[in-house]
């Protein structure tokens, strides 16, 4: 098996420059090549970890893609409504105030 990989250029790289379509057929390529080979290979981990590689290109090329279309929405917030608060607040006098505090007193349950 053979990767035409420049010296200066990784993997990562390569996964990067490539379009959708070329990345989906490199994943198929890695992983027909993994079925076809031992577990015992010492190339086997690597292989894998090469599939987990353009795997994440291929779910953060995607995420990317729902990042961009929705940040290119305008945020639309609906209006539901207002609301309006009122505070009522008792004036009551000084013999009102003392009635009903010394109610509460005496009508303590024993």
């Known amino acids: 098996m053979k990767f035409r990989v420049n010296s200066h250029m990784s993997y990562y790289d390569k996964l990067y420059a490539l379009n959708d379509d070329k990345l989906h057929e490199e994943s198929r390529r890695l992983n027909d090549i993994l079925w076809k080979t031992s577990e015992s290979s010492p190339i086997y981990m690597q292989l ?12 953060e090329r995607s995420m990317m893609t729902a ?14 409504g207002s609301i309006v608060e009122t505070v009522y607040t008792p004036d009551y006098s000084a013999d009102e105030l003392l009635n009903v505090v010394v109610t509460l007193y005496m009508d303590k349950p024993k």
Request: net charge negative; glycine share 0%; charged share 30%.
């Open 67 to 80: 990042y961009r279309e929705d940040t290119s929405k305008p945020n639309n917030i609906i209006e539901i």
């Open 48 to 59: 894998l970890d090469m599939i987990d590689l353009a795997n994440q290109v291929r779910a």
